[in-house]
């Protein structure tokens, strides 16, 4: 496989996982770090990463907007609820571990 075609790939394929989280707005993101240890902050904040490394500057609110679709405020208002005692339990022990 060429290079400009595994990119293209490549793309596609975050492409397709931003467009499923997109509609799995029941997934919260802790739970996402609990699981998998990345979430959609993450992917935003990666993204973000990627354009500043290229020397496009992108503050973090550009980088999660672009990524959510929307500013990051409006998504949190609309799907993000609040952890319960056993999400942020799991996410200590998570988190300690990548620490």
């Not at 075609?5 to 997934?27: N, S, Y």
Request: net charge negative; glycine share 6%.
């Amino acid at each position: 496989m060429d290079d400009q075609t595994k990119l293209e790939l490549e793309a596609a394929a975050f492409r397709r996982l931003q467009a499923h989280l997109a509609e799995r707005t029941d997934v919260q993101n802790i739970d996402m770090m609990n699981l998998a240890g990345f979430c959609r902050n993450c992917l935003s904040r990666w993204y973000q990463e990627a354009a500043n490394a290229r020397g496009i500057e992108m503050s973090k609110e550009e980088g999660r907007e672009a990524f959510y679709g929307m500013p990051y405020a409006e998504w949190r208002e609309k799907y993000q609820t609040e952890a319960n005692d056993a999400q942020k339990a799991a996410f200590e022990v998570s988190h300690k571990e990548h620490g």
